[in-house]
């Protein structure tokens, strides 16, 4: 018995400087309805003008940590890509503003796995960022284990994401979606 994708239908914001990053969240998603957007000024209207279900957002290249704000204050659900060399500082920033888990773009390869162990974790109401971190470990243990989790305050070294309850209002994403490659732009 085949169950259905949870990311089916899904509305979701992916963000990111570098064309081949989005086109690979594009394939990988092919199942959500997808919007793509390059650069800050972009994604700060979409945000501002759309409703999403999750928010894909890259760390550093698109002042990530600005468009987090605005994901947090809209209740949308916030997935942090990053670099494998990212400062741990910033990463905890990230986690601190209020995502909810994060994705080296090394492991891209396993965002639909990673979403769908997130989506599913929300739903049994356990914290999702601890599922991430369970998935991700291996890439992330150095920052964790120097000066984070050594703390004897629990995976995160206390950390606790920021939460808001969730607003917004629809609009037409300008940019182009999944269903591109079946001849529809969004």
Do not use: C, W
């Not at 356990?126 to 050594?150: I, M, N, Y």
């Amino acid at each position: 018995m085949t169950t259905e994708s949870r990311l089916k239908g899904k509305r979701i914001l992916a963000v990111d400087d570098e064309e081949d990053i989005l086109e690979t969240i594009e394939d990988i998603l092919d199942e959500a309805d997808l919007d793509l957007a390059g650069d800050y000024d972009t994604a700060s209207r979409m945000i501002r003008q759309n409703r999403y279900d999750l928010a894909i957002l890259d760390i550093m290249g698109v002042n990530g940590l600005e468009l987090l704000t605005e994901t947090v204050e809209r209740g949308i659900p916030t997935v942090m890509l990053t670099a494998h060399a990212i400062n741990p500082d910033t990463l905890m920033e990230s986690i601190r503003k209020g995502a909810i888990s994060y994705l080296p773009k090394e492991a891209l390869t396993d965002l639909d796995d990673l979403l769908e162990q997130l989506l599913a974790a929300h739903e049994q109401g356990d914290p999702p960022l601890e599922t991430a971190v369970r998935k991700t470990r291996g890439v992330f243990q150095r920052p964790f284990r120097t000066g984070l989790a050594g703390k004897g305050q629990g995976i995160l070294g206390g950390v606790q994401p920021h939460v808001s309850s969730r607003q917004g209002d629809s609009g037409t994403a300008q940019t182009r979606r999944a269903d591109s490659r079946k001849g529809r732009v969004g």
